[in-house]
Nanobody, 127 residues
Framework: QLQLVESGGGLVQPGGSLRLSCAAS????????IGWFRQAPGKEREGVSC????????NYADSVRGRFTISRDNAKNTVYLQMNNLKPEDTAVYSC????????????????????WGQGTQVTVSS
């Protein structure tokens, strides 16, 4: 059973940066697509970004493209989300998630694809 644990959230001022980590255990990460999702109070969950199982394909929501970068280190069983130029509207609980994709070289930000979820980490952008 794959388990995912996020870390790296916190309070940051507008314009600042954070790097979130998603550490996997229980199974090698290299057969899984990993996605980052976020949900703010009163808003729907948003697929922020995803990365293919070997890291060659990434996808971003329009709201974060150019500011966020997703990457993965399969040797360390860890996926990262580097978040730069943070804005107050980025405030949310961020969760990583995974789905098996043994033969795919792409990824999807569709929520329904994902079968494994972490518990989430809070990111607050405020002055």
């Amino acid at each position: 059973q794959l388990q995912l644990v996020e870390s790296g959230g916190g309070l940051v001022q507008p314009g600042g940066s954070l790097r979130l980590s998603c550490a996997a255990s229980g199974y090698p990460l290299d057969i899984y697509v990993i996605g980052w999702f976020r949900q703010a109070p009163g808003k729907e969950r948003e697929g922020v970004s995803c990365v293919s199982r070997r890291g060659g394909w990434t996808n971003y929501a329009d709201s974060v493209r150019g500011r966020f970068t997703i990457s993965r280190d399969n040797a360390k069983n860890t996926v990262y989300l580097q978040m730069n130029n943070l804005k107050p509207e980025d405030t949310a609980v961020y969760s990583c998630a995974a789905y098996v994709a043994r033969y795919s070289s792409t990824c999807s930000r569709g929520f329904a694809e994902y079968g494994y979820w972490g518990q989430g980490t809070q990111v607050t952008v405020s002055s």
